[in-house]
């Protein structure tokens, strides 16, 4: 690297420089089972985002729809897909995060 | 920003920026799947199902937790389960594994103050710790997704199911998967289709992988729920 930080650790392993793309936590929101955003800027490095599910089965019919993520630099938004019938509806709920790295 | 601490990688990328807590790690566990009866689904009258597969259950305290894992020896293993308590901070994370599995589980948090007495630490205008050396970073190598049955919405007629689409890639450095989100499928008791990762130093594989039954049959369910997607943490120094 020819400028910028670098990390040891107490054994003297390199664990950061400026060759290394680190996470960054803009937000996190429960998703409840109901399609939304938060607009936001997130221009300063690449957008991702993590969702981790409460759950991944619930009812045997299957009718358990996932959010649907899209991400840019102005924002996050998720959906859900409708669901083929109202009965023995489970939308899959669980911890939405998003940043930069 | 007016004041603080801002770093950047060599091609200009913000690592730190003085606002915006990083991912750092804050535990890691370790814990050896065992065969046992799983829940699975239930139907109307309140039946609960389970499976006998690969199992562990991981239990620690953090705050708004961010997960990565690794199987020892390239044992592909999936997250089934990732809640928290109704109160408190104990969250749960549980894994299924193909065969039976050395599962290490990293908890990546904003970092809590802790007694370092060496190092950098960075702090947000409001006084808030967002980045301390002593704690290892979530490096982010890579972003991998995908979806195994096309489309968006449910599906029930034409479409057969997926097969194991098994894919691989290496790097230079051991790694470990990140914020794994698992392509999923099932029909009543079999079958249960899902993703599974698997990492052995620096290689990786990943495939829809059939714990029970196959994927004879016709598609019925939501098409995005075959998706994946996972990032790809360099775990060098982070044991």
């Known amino acids: ?101 | 920003m007016t004041a603080g601490f801002q770093a950047f990688t060599d091609t200009g990328v913000v690592q730190i920026d003085g606002a915006t807590p990083n991912y750092q790690l804050v535990a890691s566990l370790v814990q050896v799947t065992q065969l046992e009866s799983v829940p699975t689904v239930f139907n109307n009258v309140g039946t609960q199902f389970s499976a006998t597969l690969w199992h562990t259950t991981f239990t620690f305290n953090a705050a708004r937790p961010f997960y990565a894992f690794r199987a020892d020896g390239g044992v592909m293993a999936t997250p089934w389960k990732f809640s928290k308590s109704q109160t408190g901070n104990t969250f749960t994370a549980e894994f299924i594994s193909v065969g039976q599995a050395t599962i290490r589980l990293y908890v990546f948090d904003q970092v809590p103050v802790t007694s370092n007495r060496f190092g950098l630490q960075v702090f947000d205008a409001s006084g808030a710790l967002i980045a301390d050396a002593a704690n290892p970073f979530a490096r982010v190598l890579d972003v991998i997704e995908g979806q195994y049955q096309p489309g968006l919405g449910w599906q029930a007629v034409g479409n057969s199911v997926p097969g194991p689409n098994t894919q691989s890639k290496s790097y230079s450095v051991p790694v470990g998967f990140g914020g794994a989100l698992a392509a999923h499928y099932f029909v009543n008791t079999s079958p249960f289709i899902l993703s599974a990762f698997g990492a052995n130093g620096g290689s990786i594989s990943w495939e829809f992988h059939q714990y029970i039954g196959n994927n004879s049959g016709t598609f019925v369910g939501f098409a995005e729920a075959t998706r994946y997607r996972f990032m790809v943490l360099d775990m060098t120094g982070i044991n």
């Open chain 1, 1 to 101: 690297m020819t400028a910028g930080l670098q990390i040891w650790n107490a054994s003297g392993q390199l664990m950061l420089d400026a060759t290394q793309r680190i996470g960054r936590i803009k937000g996190s929101q429960h998703l409840d089972g109901n399609g939304g955003h938060v607009d936001m800027d997130l221009s300063d490095g690449a957008p991702f985002w993590s969702f981790q599910p409460d759950f991944l089965f619930k009812h045997i019919n299957g009718n358990s729809p996932v959010p649907v993520v899209s991400i840019s630099s102005t924002g996050i938004v998720w959906t859900y897909s409708s669901p083929p019938t109202g009965d023995y509806l489970y939308p899959i709920t669980g911890y939405l995060f998003w940043g930069c790295y």
